[in-house]
C-alpha cells in the first residue's frame, strides 16, 4: 500500500463527501417544516471535501518534509561505533552512499557489511514509515469525512467556514511568498557574511582591482585574488547607460506612434510584431551581438580611425538596448493609451496640435506609468547576462569608454560559479556578496521609481 | 414664468443687433455609412446663448462638434455642407484647424482639466496660442479668465494645486476658464452640468448668462429647464433632423411641431 495510492483514494473520498453532503443538507432540510438552508448546497458539499481531504493531506505532506530526518536518524543510531564518532560531512557522505545503496544508484559497487546493514535497515524503516503515514493518513481522511458528515446541518454556516478556508489558503500562498523572498534575500546575506570574513569589506566595496583568481592548493603559484567591487559596477553603469539611450527613444517614440498616430489596424500587425522582439531568448541577441554587431562596430572603429576591441561595451549596450525596446514600447503604449480620451479632446478644443497635445499633456499625464516602463526596463538591463557575456567580454576594466570591452556584475557571477567549484573559497563566495549588491542597487531603483510614481501619480476622476 | 424671465433677459441683448454669427448649411455627418445628421440649416446669433435640446442620440452633440471640426479627430466621421463663421467656411481646406479651434472654444460634459496645476491649466491655451509673452502678462490672463468663470476668489492662493484636487463644479468652472483664457468668438458647451449637482449646476447657469456678454454660446443641455433658463434661441434636434428653431420663449410656449412639443411636455424622450 503507498501513500499516494491512499492519498488518491482519500481524495475520491472527498469528491464522493462533495455530493454527499450537498445531498444531506437538502435532505435535512426536507425532513423539517419551514427549516431553510444557511448557505447554498454546494458550500456544504465544499465543507465536508475539505474535512475529508485537508487533514489527511497535511499530515501525509508533513511527513514527506520530515521522513528523510527520521529515517536517517534512525539508521545512523543503529550502525556501529565508529560510523557515529563521524565528523558531519563524512556522515553526509555515507548517508548518500546508503541511499545510493538503497536506490540502486550505487552500480555494481559492493557495499561493507555495515553499510549493507544500514541499507537494509534503511528499506525497512522507509517501507515502515510508509505503511505508518498511509494509515494514519486513511484513518485522517475517513474521521474527517465522518466529521464533516456529523456536522453538517442546515442552520450551519458552511459558506462562512469555507470561505475562511479559501483566506487561510491565500495568506498562506502569500505567506510562502514572502518567506522565499526573505529566504534568498537571508542566504544572500549570510554566504555574504562569511566573504566578508576572508576579504575586508571596504576593498570589496572600493577596490578598483577585480582578479578573482586564487590559489586552489597551498603550493600553486596563482593570483593572490583582487575583488575590487568598482570596476564591475562601472562596466554595468556603462552598459546599462548605452541600453537606456537606444531603448528609451526608441521605445518611447514607437510607443507614442502606435497610440496617438498609427491607424488601429497597423497598431494591431505592429503592437504584437514588436513583442514578439521580448520573445527571442537573450543568448540569440548574444550571438547576434557577438557575432554582428561587435565586428561591425570594431570594423567601422577602425574605418573612423579609433581603437574599439572586438568586444567591446558599445555592441553589448547596443544590443541589450534593442531587447529591452519591446519592455518600453509596450508598457509605455499602454500607459499612453490609458491617459483619458477626454484629456485629448480637452487639449484639442484649445487649438493644440496633436504634437503638442501630446507633449504637454498625454505625455505628462502618463509620466508615472512610463518612469515605471523605464525603471523597469533598467533593472532587465542591469540584471542582464548572456549578451554580455558574449559581447562585452570577461575583462573587468575600469574604464567609461565605451570601445573598450568590460564586465558586468550578472556577468562574473555566472563566471565565477560555473564549473566545479568548492563553496568556501572567497572566489565563490564573491559572487555571493555581488549578488547582494546587485540586489540592493535594483531594490533602491525600484523605490526610487516607486517614488516618482507616487509624487506625479494623477486621479482623473 | 420661465419663459417671461428669459424674455426680459433678452430684451437688452436686442441692441446688439440680430447679426448671425455661426452659419450651418445643409450640414450632413455621418459615422462610417451611418447618417447622423440630416441638411442642418441652424443660424447662431452673435451674443446669444442658443440651446440644442433633443433626445438621446438626436444628433445634438455631434452638431456641436461639427462647428469646431472636434468630429475630425473621430474614425469614420465625415461631413458635408457648410458652416460659415463669419461669412467664411471652417471646413474651407485654407481654414487652419487649430486657429479655428482658438476661436471657437470648447467646454466638455465632464470636466476634463489636464493634471497641471491650476495656474498651468488656464495658462495653457493662451501659451500654445503665443497670446502671452512674459510672466506678467500670464499671470493676468489667468486672473482675468479665472475672475469670468467665477472663480478667482476660490483658488487664488491655491493656483499651484492639480487642477484634478478641486470639486467637480469647480473643475468644470476652470475648464470654462481655460476655454476663455485663449479669447475666443464662439464657446461651444456640451453638456456643460449634466456631471454636476444642482449648486454647482446654478453657479454655472449664472456664468453662462454673464458670458454671453463677451462671447457667443452655443450649448447642448438634457434638461429643458436649462435651456429655458438660459437660452434666448433653443433648437429641437430628433433623430438627426432640426426639427424646429425659434426663440426660446417661443419654443416652450407656442412650438410649431408636434414633436417638440411632445419632447418639452415629457411625452417621450
Known amino acids: 500500500m503507498s501513500p499516494s495510492l491512499v492519498f488518491l483514494a482519500i481524495a475520491a473520498l472527498a469528491v464522493f463527501g462533495f455530493f454527499l453532503g450537498r445531498r444531506r443538507v437538502l435532505a435535512m432540510e426536507g425532513t423539517r417544516i419551514r427549516a431553510s438552508i444557511h448557505s447554498l448546497p454546494s458550500y456544504y458539499g465544499y ?34 561505533e565508529s560510523y557515529r564518532a563521524m565528523s558531519a560531512n563524512q556522515l553526509t557522505l555515507v548517508m548518500a552512499d546508503i541511499r545510493n545503496f538503497a536506490y540502486g544508484n550505487a552500480g555494481t559497487r559492493t557495499p561493507d557489511p555495515a553499510i549493507a546493514d544500514a541499507v537494509r535497515n534503511y528499506h525497512g524503516l522507509h517501507e515502515t514509515g510508509a505503511w505508518i503515514v498511509s494509515i494514519v493518513g486513511a484513518c485522517l481522511g475517513v474521521a474527517g469525512f465522518a466529521i464533516g458528515f456529523w456536522r453538517i446541518n442546515p442552520q450551519m454556516r458552511a459558506r462562512n467556514r469555507v470561505e475562511r478556508f479559501a483566506i487561510v489558503v491565500m495568506i498562506i500562498a502569500s505567506t510562502i511568498a514572502v518567506l522565499t523572498t ?4 537571508g542566504s544572500l546575506v549570510f554566504e555574504s ?37 568598482i570596476p564591475l559596477f562601472t562596466g554595468s553603469l556603462l552598459i546599462t547607460v548605452i541600453a537606456m539611450f537606444v531603448a528609451v527613444p526608441i521605445g518611447l517614440l514607437s510607443a507614442i506612434y502606435m497610440s496617438d498616430y498609427a491607424s488601429p489596424r497597423l497598431r494591431s500587425v505592429a503592437k504584437p510584431v514588436l513583442e514578439v522582439l521580448a520573445g527571442i531568448p537573450t543568448v540569440v541577441y548574444g550571438f547576434f551581438a557577438a557575432l554582428t554587431v561587435a565586428p561591425f562596430v570594431r570594423d567601422a572603429g577602425s574605418a573612423m ?26 508598457l509605455a503604449d499602454d500607459v499612453i493609451h490609458a491617459v483619458p480620451q477626454s484629456l485629448r479632446h480637452g487639449a484639442y478644443g484649445l487649438g493644440s496640435t496633436k504634437s503638442e497635445t501630446i507633449r504637454q499633456v498625454v505625455l505628462p499625464a ?33 574604464t567609461f569608454n565605451p570601445f573598450a570591452a568590460v564586465t558586468t556584475v550578472t556577468v562574473q557571477i555566472a563566471s565565477l560559479l560555473v564549473g566545479d567549484q568548492e563553496f568556501d573559497s572567497p572566489k565563490t563566495l564573491s559572487a555571493f556578496a555581488l549578488g547582494l549588491v546587485l540586489f540592493v542597487i535594483t531594490l533602491c531603483l525600484n523605490i526610487i521609481a516607486l517614488a516618482v510614481v507616487r509624487k506625479y501619480r494623477e486621479k482623473y476622476d | 414664468m420661465l419663459a417671461t424671465d428669459t424674455q426680459t433677459a433678452a430684451a437688452p441683448h436686442a441692441a446688439h443687433g440680430k447679426r448671425v454669427k455661426m452659419k450651418a448649411t445643409e450640414v450632413e455627418v455621418y459615422y462610417s455609412e451611418k447618417r447622423a445628421l440630416n441638411k442642418i440649416n441652424l443660424d447662431v446669433r452673435e451674443h446669444e446663448v442658443t440651446a440644442l435640446i433633443g433626445p438621446s442620440g438626436c444628433g445634438k452633440s ?11 479627430v473621430i474614425d469614420g466621421c465625415r461631413m458635408a455642407g457648410k458652416i460659415l463663421l463669419d461669412q467664411q467656411d471652417i471646413y474651407d481646406p485654407n481654414i487652419d484647424v487649430v486657429q479655428l479651434r482658438a476661436r471657437v472654444g470648447m467646454v466638455f460634459q465632464k470636466p476634463n482639466p489636464f493634471p497641471k496645476s491650476i495656474y498651468d491649466n488656464v495658462a495653457y491655451g493662451p501659451r500654445i496660442h503665443g497670446l502671452v509673452r512674459s510672466r506678467e502678462e500670464t499671470d493676468a490672463v489667468v486672473q482675468k479668465s479665472l475672475e469670468r468663470a467665477g472663480l478667482w476668489k476660490e483658488v487664488k492662493d491655491r493656483l499651484h494645486e492639480g487642477g484634478t484636487s478641486l470639486s467637480g463644479g469647480q473643475q468644470q468652472r ?51 429647464q436649462q435651456a429655458a433658463r438660459v437660452s434666448q434661441r433653443t433648437a429641437f434636434f430628433h433623430l438627426g433632423d432640426l426639427v424646429e428653431v425659434g426663440d426660446t420663449a417661443q419654443i416652450f410656449t407656442n412650438p410649431n411641431d408636434e414633436r417638440t412639443q411632445g419632447y418639452i411636455t415629457g411625452r417621450f424622450g
Open chain 1, 47 to 80: 465543507y465536508m471535501a475539505l474535512w475529508c481531504i485537508v487533514p489527511a493531506a497535511a499530515v501525509m505532506a508533513l511527513w514527506f518534509v520530515v521522513e528523510p530526518t527520521i529515517i536517517e536518524g534512525l539508521v545512523l543510531s543503529a550502525m556501529p
Open chain 1, 182 to 185: 526573505v529566504g534568498i534575500v
Open chain 1, 193 to 229: 557574511m562569511r566573504f566578508f570574513t576572508k576579504y575586508p569589506v571596504f576593498d570589496f566595496l572600493f577596490g578598483t582591482q577585480w582578479s578573482p583568481q586564487t590559489a586552489i592548493r597551498a603550493d600553486q603559484v596563482g593570483s593572490s585574488g583582487a575583488f575590487g567591487f
Open chain 1, 305 to 330: 580611425g579609433l581603437d574599439v576591441a572586438s568586444e567591446s561595451a558599445l555592441a553589448a549596450g547596443v544590443v541589450m538596448g534593442i531587447m529591452i525596446v519591446p519592455f518600453v514600447s509596450s
Open chain 1, 366 to 398: 502618463a509620466l508615472p506609468g512610463i518612469v515605471a516602463a523605464v525603471m523597469l526596463a533598467i533593472s532587465r538591463a542591469i540584471g542582464e547576462t548572456m549578451i554580455v557575456a558574449m559581447a562585452a567580454g570577461l575583462a573587468a576594466n575600469l
Open chain 2, 62 to 72: 455631434t452638431f456641436l462638434r461639427t462647428m469646431n471640426r472636434m468630429n475630425d
Open chain 2, 174 to 224: 476652470l475648464c470654462i476658464a481655460r476655454a476663455i483664457a485663449v479669447d475666443p468668438e464662439v464657446i461651444l458647451m456640451d453638456e456643460p452640468c449634466s456631471a454636476l449637482d444642482p449648486i454647482a449646476t446654478a453657479k454655472i447657469e449664472e456664468l453662462i448668462d454673464e458670458l454671453r456678454t463677451n462671447y457667443t454660446i452655443v450649448i447642448v443641455t438634457h434638461s429643458m
